[in-house]
């Protein structure tokens, strides 16, 4: 990830602290899951809000020592990704309208019936 190299010897760059560098993880993580399951975007106010929760719980397994509470973080974290649904497919263009289509079989397109 990008947030690594901002930790130089154990000690924060100026202007960096634990909770921005945890921030800057949340949103890489959130980069690669967006690309994941949504490449040509369509997600809804609610998915991106289930992505952006699902990224925080992932880097809170990540960053996590205990394997209970790491496990639950990645089990909350594919919860949330499973509730996620695919863009809807646009819809096809009608070739002709209705009325096109009646006025074409009324002409004596009797064949066509």
Do not use: W
Not at 15 to 20: A, E, P
Not at 32 to 38: K, N
Not at 40 to 54: E, P
């Amino acid at each position: 990830m990008q947030a690594e190299p901002q930790v130089v010897s154990g000690r924060f760059k100026p202007g960096m602290n634990s909770r921005k560098l945890k921030q800057m993880k949340i949103a890489a993580k959130l980069g690669e899951l967006i690309a994941e399951y949504f490449p040509n975007g369509g997600q809804s106010v609610m998915d991106a809000n289930r992505l952006k929760l699902a990224a925080a719980h992932y880097v809170d397994a990540d960053l996590c020592r205990d394997p209970v509470v790491r496990q639950r973080a990645t089990r909350c974290a594919e919860y949330l990704l499973s509730k996620l649904k695919p863009p809807a497919p646009r819809p096809v263009p009608a070739l002709e309208t209705a009325r096109e289509l009646l006025e074409r079989l009324g002409k004596g397109d009797s064949s066509a019936v």
